[in-house]
């Protein structure tokens, strides 16, 4: 049984790897490993990023600067902040596909659902938004707050009426538009940003 030979650039890894668990020797083994996980983590990054991936590995060990700073940095009590730069860059975004059925069926419960069960309808289809990865935190974070925010102007504008003894027909109707708005809006979001 023969084993392939080390590619060049694999080589050149194991070898910077080699020398900076050489150098680390008097570390915690806790601050070791985290050390030698962090350098593993960024070489992996930089060489399989989908943005802009580094296939030669003398460039990524130049980037990386010689094992001696590491480990005195980390002696110091912090890794140098350009290490851990590829795990603080977030993965992008999923591809657009324009959404699926579940995405759909949540701006389906988030619009027309508040006109058939205002608060309810929204809140089940604000739900099924959360879970779906096509849509941003800052977007989801929106449609939440124009969902609840028109759910709680709706409330507040039902006890002005109440207290003000106003009309019980145009009263309520003021209220259920209130209520439907927020989520119309939030529903159109949603939506505007599926076809993003």
Known sequence: ?????????DVIVLDYLAALW??????TPELRDELMTTVADYIAVRRTS?????????EIVRRLGP??????????????????????VPSPPPAATGGGAAEFTAIGLIT???????GAGPVAGMLMASASPHWTAAEKAAAWFLVLGSGAAAFAAALFFAV??????????LVYLIAVGGSVLAGKRLHDGLRR
């Open 50 to 58: 989908p943005s802009a991936p580094i296939e030669d590995a003398t």
């Open 22 to 27: 050489a150098q680390s020797e008097d570390l």
């Open 164 to 173: 003000a003894g106003a009309g019980p027909a145009s009263g309520l109707l």
């Open 112 to 118: 027309a659902g508040a006109f058939v069960l205002p």
């Open 1 to 9: 049984m023969t084993t392939a030979p080390l590619a060049h650039t």
């Open 67 to 88: 094992p001696e700073a590491l480990v005195a940095a980390a002696r110091r009590g912090h890794l140098p902040p350009h290490i851990r730069l590829p795990a603080l």
